[in-house]
């Protein structure tokens, strides 16, 4: 795991391999970020354009199949370009996720897509966890465009209506929440006054966004996840397992609104599981019925067909997982 390579090695590959003639048409057809590079030859420049504009890249492949699955190569950072894939759009709130199996890009749809839907991804990993500005920022910044999806308007609209309240609020309380981070970091339990603090604020993001329909509310929320996920880390640094229990819930259902079957989502789902076996044993029913939503979350990311064992082997490679990320 670690580093995304460098897009120049990408472009070398490119350079030397013996590449087919389908697979030399599909580059041509890719943009390279200017008409004149897109109408020269497939000289270096033009490669390199290809690879910026085109290519995919992560700092580790998917890490439970990677864990789980035999023959997974080990999940180091990759880039890639697949011409089809490539074509895909992008939305604040996907309702498809995709992700690196082996030297393949899987894409599967993350919500139902009525006949005639665009089928749109997420490019923002876990920025889309971030307010509309800067999401925008991140869009234009790596991609040259401006994000018009359901979510952005929902959010920009509620600046040009006059009702920012609740953006307003979101910013002030993702800036305190920077503040706290070095304090919850540290080894030591935080004092409790912070806990409060948090609390506090969890429940001042509630209140900004009671006004709002549904689905501004969670799209909202996620953008507000630093801040939940602060909630669940210091209710479980000071020990109170049934605020953390709650907050994590929240946390869960803020990216299961804006990046559902991402592996954030498993790893939320598989961290509410384990809390709740610890806390009402194995066989409770609230730990029966979440292994029953990871077991669905698993069926979600990687097939519907998968058979029980399969998504039993993947769960246990998300539970791996999650001992190598910081949710
Ligand atoms: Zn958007």
Redesign the pocket.
Known sequence: MGQIPDCDELVTSLLEAPLTTPQREALAGLHAGDEELDAGPMDEERLQGIVGVNSFGDEFSDLASAFALPGQPEPVGHLGLWPSFSMLN???AANAVNFVLGRSMAVFAARSIPQGSEVLINYLGRSALRPVAE?QEALAAGYSFS???D??RAEMLLGVQGHSGPLDCIQKLLSRCDARTEALCQPAPPPPALLEEVRADAAALHAALSGLGPAEAAWLRASCYDLLSQHTAAAEAMGAGGEAEEALGAQLGAVEAVTPHSDLHLFLAVKRLSLLQTRQGPDSQEAQEQMGRCVAAVRGRYGAGLSDGTALRLLQGVVRGLEQVVV
């Open positions: 992008h939305s604040c999401r994000c018009d999806c979510r952005c």
